[in-house]
């Protein structure tokens, strides 16, 4: 229904009431026939009436309240609002009292009084909590919770309640109360954008909704929550098979403003897929609803309005047959206070009118707003991504420029230190080697750092054992802790699961530059590692891991700057000095975990780091594969060709490789080296993958197509995850990152010779 025509109607509506009081003797019997049929309903009752009588009529107006409300049919409950909490207290029953105020109090919220409701709740809360009686408390702070709801400024309160009430609803075993509890909580965590803290109540909520048998509009509910949590996760296609869900059940029914809900979120997933015609059409259907919506609630009002007015005219008709001497003085008094309270209803109605009409042209100024501005988002959009995609190349440009000679100025260092003859030269080679050691991790942590802002690191979660982890990363510090005469514990609160299940690639990085850093800063002291656990449910568990050390600690000054990229601290008492990105690097990777870090420290006696994350609890038998000794010796009179095109890393691979009696041979091109693979014999292949002529890709592809046998190694200077499915989709077999640990370096070698020769057997 178009606007105009909502307003003519108010219009007329609201000029009839004056009429209707000058005609009260035409109407009134229409108005006393249609109360008189509400009042038949329930059983008869008077003055003299006992107590069992008022307790059954108000046991029967109790279930009418109620079935009116879930049908959005409010008037007949304002009718009764008023006498029906005066019946419940007069039939002294404490259930029929609360019955009562929790469907009116409900009933004025769908009217946003939410000052009256909040009233009739607390009352009910003070008198519950007077009695000490649990299932009152219970249904009394849900009630106030639903208020709290629609106040903007008490949705924290809110979720406190609800969290709260729990505890009362397991306690007293109140199945619908715990659904409904649960479900409360998943909506408002949705509309808090937490999926994590809303799909752990979407869980309990279907297991309450099985119990209670499945009920169509408890359904319909529960699969809209759901449907918003995958809103929130990205996952568009996901949300729509629920809101499809909710549409069936609400379809052909009375609850049709979860039949509304329904279509807008999935019009809302429509638009997130991108999926415009559909949306369109969805879109049609919607506003379809939202403008039956708009009539029923407007019909509503007027209902309610209409119900009040009938209330009082038979209150009037009553005293009229009561007191027939004073007949027309009553009749008198009854046109003008009905005339009043039409003058009233005009007042208020021509009020609505003109905050709907403002509203709307309001409402018409802010989507034009949004228009402009969604198309402002949508430039700016593309100018981040294309400047994303930018960065990223820079970044893998420099990482291969960068790296490249440092694999040379490592590698010759390495060999160089080797050697007898250059010993008045080896403090000197140590330093170079350092300096380029230095640079490697800077440039490293950049990239990392990019890799985390821009989320194309590759999350892969894995089952592992806490303890063992913990004693690998403990173990791998055990050199600067002997050189620094310090002491290191663990300790594990008995709570904590051991078998965890996450990112332990991630974790580590974590915990090797926190312990790191205790380790480099803190000499003939101790360093504490404490892990609690701080709550869990059958599959998640929140860990808390706390670095304590008793170093020179950092200026109160300087604390809040510990986390910026760069920033490093200055210590007197340590000869260390970092790249200043290892702790911002932990509280990107702690805040994508969405965790929590926080620091301590006190000048002269040390610092302590303590961070929070969510960890699965895995049930999956952990896999125990020892790793196989290696003995390089099995390199000897190996036949390797090296193909590389850096003249400088051509002569560094060959005499690491020589030192354990390879037999070399050089290509300084892809096309080079297929051809010396038609001609020779080779047992292992060393591929570069960025040359002149034809890459290492190309090259790899080209082999493949007369031998699949002999192993390809990639040797790259480039971020692994840029290219590691091209890598392997040409046929190569494993990946060495320039500059690499010449130990790391053999042993990649001397597994995959192992791993050939397995597989000829």
Known sequence: MKLSTKILILIIYCFSLPLQGQTQDLDSNSNSNNLNSILDVLPKISKDSTKAEITKHVDVMIRLMGDE??????????????????????????????ETRSVVGNTLIKFKDTIKAKKIFLESLKYAEKTNDSSLILRSKGNLANVYYHMDSYRNKTIEIYLESIKFAERLKDTTRLFVLHHNLARAFNEKEKPDRSNYHIEKTTYYLNLLGNPPHYQASHFHNIGLKFLLLNKPDEAIKNFKKTIALCKNTEFTEALVEGYTGYRDALEMKKDYKEFYNINKILKVYEEGKEESDAKNIIDAVNAKLSVE????????????????????ERKNIFFVLSIATVAFLVLILVITYVSSKRRKALVADLKIKNKQYLIAKKESEEFAKTKTKFFATVSHELRTPLYGVIGLSSILLENEDLKKHEKDLKSLKFSANYLLTLVNDLLHINKIENKSFIEEDSTFNLKTLMSRIVSSFEYITLQHQNEISIKFHKEVPLLLKCNSVQLSQILMNLIGNACKFTEKGKIDIVIELLESTDTVAKLKFKIKDTGPGIEKTKLNHVFNEFAQIDSSSSNYQGTGLGLPIVKKLIEQANGTITVESELGKGSTFTFTMNMQISNEPLELNPPPILDFKQLEFKRVLIV?????????????????????????????????????????????????????????????????TIPIIALTAVDIEE?????????????????????LFKKTITTNLNSKLESEL
């Open 69 to 98: 409300f879930y049908k959005a049919n409010y008037a007949p409950i304002l009718i009764y609002a008023d006498k029906g909490l005066a019946l419940a207290k007069k039939s002294s029953n404490v259930n029929h009292i609360h």
């Open 644 to 708: 590389e095109d850096n003249r400088i890393n051509q002569t560094v691979t060959k005499r690491i490789l020589e030192s354990e009696g390879v037999v070399c041979t050089i290509a300084e091109n892809g096309e080079k080296a297929v051809s010396a693979v038609k001609k020779a014999t080779f047992d292992l292949i060393l591929m570069d993958i960025n040359m002149p002529v034809k890459n290492g890709i190309e090259a790899s592809k080209d082999i493949r197509q007369f031998n699949t």
């Open 313 to 332: 005219r038979y209150k009037n008709q009553i005293k009229t047959n009561e007191l027939e001497k004073v007949l027309l003085v009553q009749q008198a």
């Open 723 to 743: 290219q590691k499915n091209q890598i392997f989709e040409c046929g190569m077999n494993d990946i060495i990152l320039k500059p690499y640990d010449i130990d």
